[in-house]
C-alpha cells in the first residue's frame, strides 16, 4: 500500500487515546511499539515519528506498559537510544531480535476507534511488517457478491451484515460493526480480501450506509484507499479481526440457497427504483478518478 497520506499528529493520536472517557494510551504505545519492530531498519522520518509518538505517551502510561515495552525494545537493535533511556534502559549488546509480537487483538480494537488517517497509519504499517504466510481461502462466489450489493441497494444492513458474517467468516456481531462503521474504512478492507471489484464496491458505498453515501468526497476517498490496500494487507487485517469475536453459526446449504432465492426475487424491483437516484454521485466519482 502507497503511503500517500499525511501522517496523524502527537495530538490526534492523544486525542484518540482519550476519546470517550476510556484510556487506551497504554494500548495505543505498545501497538506502535509492535509495528515499529516488525521492520529490521527504518528511515529517519520513521524514527523521528516514533521516537516523538512513544516519548508523548511513555510518561502517560502505567508501569507494566513501560516494562513491557522496555522489554521489546532492548533487544532491538534499531531502537531509538532516546526511547531506551527515557525507559531506564540500554540496547542488548547480542542485537538478539524480538520475539513475535501478539498484537492482534489489541490492534483490531484500536483501528475500529482511530480515525481515516490513522487507520490508513496502521494498515500502511501493517502492509510492511514481515509477516507469516496466511493461508489461502477458497474464492468468494460471484453469488455472494451479488447478495452483498443487493442488500446495499436495498439499504437493507442486517441482509449485508449477516451475508458478510458467512463470507468472511467474522462473528455476527463484528460483522455489524463492520457494516455500520460510520467512516467506511472496514467496508473497503472486507471487499479488497473477498475479491470484490471496484464498481461493485463503490455501489455498496453509495446505498449501504448514509453517512458515507452522502458525502461524494468520502467515497471518493474510500475508493482511492481500496485502489491502494493490497490484498495481503486485508488479509492480515481480517486474520485480526477473526480473533476478536467467537466464529459465525454454521448455515446449511438449504437455509443459504432459500436466502439466495428470497434476494434474487426482490433484487429487481429494489433496483430499478434505488440505483438512479445516487448516478450523479458515480459520475462525479469517475470524473475525479480521471
Same mark, same amino acid.
Given at each position: ?6 501522517? *496523524? ?50 510518561? $502517560? ?25 527515557? +525507559? ?9 531480535? *524480538? /520475539?513475535? $509480537? ?14 481515516? &488517517? ?12 514481515? &509477516?507469516?504466510? +496466511?493461508?489461502?481461502?477458497? &474464492? ?10 443487493? &442488500? ?29 462503521? *460510520? ?24 446505498? +449501504? ?21 493490497? *490484498? ?27 436466502? /439466495? ?20 454521485? +458515480? ?8
Amino acid at each position: 500500500m502507497r503511503n500517500s497520506f499525511a501522517p *496523524p499528529t502527537l495530538d490526534s493520536l492523544v486525542d484518540l487515546a482519550c476519546r470517550d472517557g476510556v484510556d487506551i494510551r497504554p494500548t495505543l504505545l505498545r501497538v506502535l511499539t509492535d509495528l515499529y519492530v516488525q521492520k529490521p531498519t527504518h528511515s529517519a522520518e520513521e524514527e523521528v515519528q516514533y521516537t516523538e509518538l512513544a516519548l508523548g505517551l511513555i510518561d $502517560a502510561v502505567d508501569a507494566p506498559t513501560r516494562e513491557a515495552v522496555a522489554s521489546r525494545l532492548a533487544s532491538y537493535p534499531a531502537a531509538p537510544a532516546a526511547i531506551l533511556s527515557r +525507559l531506564g534502559r540500554t540496547p542488548s549488546a547480542t542485537g538478539t531480535p *524480538p /520475539r513475535p $509480537a501478539k498484537r492482534e487483538p489489541d490492534l483490531a480494537e484500536l483501528f475500529f476507534a482511530a480515525n481515516s &488517517a490513522e487507520r490508513r497509519l496502521i494498515l500502511t504499517n501493517l502492509d510492511a511488517a514481515p &509477516a507469516e504466510p +496466511l493461508p489461502r481461502r477458497a &474464492a468468494v462466489s460471484s453469488d455472494v457478491i451479488g447478495q452483498l450489493e443487493r &442488500a446495499a441497494l436495498q439499504h437493507n444492513e442486517g441482509e449485508f451484515s449477516r451475508t458478510l458474517e458467512r463470507a468472511l467468516g467474522v462473528s455476527g456481531a463484528l460483522a455489524e460493526r463492520i457494516t455500520r462503521d *460510520p467512516s467506511g474504512e472496514p467496508i473497503v478492507i472486507a471487499a479488497r480480501a473477498l475479491g470484490m471489484k471496484a464498481a461493485v464496491l463503490q455501489r455498496i458505498l453509495l446505498f +449501504l450506509n448514509p453517512q458515507v453515501g452522502q458525502s461524494v468526497g468520502r467515497v471518493f476517498d474510500l475508493a482511492r484507499l481500496f485502489d491502494e490496500l493490497s *490484498p495481503a494487507s486485508a488479509e492480515r487485517m481480517l486474520a485480526i479481526w477473526r480473533q476478536t469475536g467467537a466464529q459465525p453459526k454454521r448455515y446449511d446449504r438449504q437455509h443459504w440457497d432459500d436466502e /439466495r432465492r428470497s434476494a434474487r426475487s426482490q433484487a429487481t424491483h429494489a433496483s430499478h427504483h434505488a440505483a438512479p437516484s445516487r448516478e450523479p454521485l +458515480l459520475s462525479r466519482i469517475k470524473s475525479n478518478e480521471r
